[in-house]
């Protein structure tokens, strides 16, 4: 865990805990259907945490768990993400998974944006 501090006009990262992948037990999105930035990390203790965005959060998510597939291949638990953004065979996969969150929410907005304009039959 890093914490980000600013003294003047210069920004400063300190270390304040470490851990060990092989000690991770759960990743906990909180909430898979909301944008929100929240999770938990299940060690032997269990630790909230904040992310930058909720992309941040799926790609560290995705980081965490290519990791564990590459080195330790345990079944690392991960619940409350939309699975589409973390699997690799999904249709939505690719290179840039940072960007699919933000796609599908355009898409969304436009969908809202188009029924809001079509008129009403009386």
């Not at 865990?1 to 470490?18: A, F, S």
């Amino acid at each position: 865990m890093v914490k980000h501090y600013r003294v003047g006009l210069d920004e400063k990262y300190e270390v304040t805990k470490r851990w060990s992948l092989s000690d991770l037990r759960m990743i906990d999105g909180k909430e898979a259907d909301t944008d929100n930035p929240f999770f938990d990390l299940h060690f032997k203790k269990v630790y909230s945490l904040e992310a930058y965005s909720c992309a941040s959060k799926y790609s560290f998510a995705r980081t965490v768990s290519r990791l564990n597939h590459v080195y330790l291949k345990k079944d690392l638990h991960m619940v409350n993400f939309d699975s589409t953004y973390i699997n690799d065979d999904s249709i939505w996969s690719s290179n840039n998974k940072d960007c699919l969150v933000l796609m599908r929410i355009c898409f969304y907005a436009f969908n809202l944006v188009c029924l809001s304009l079509c008129p009403l039959p009386l």
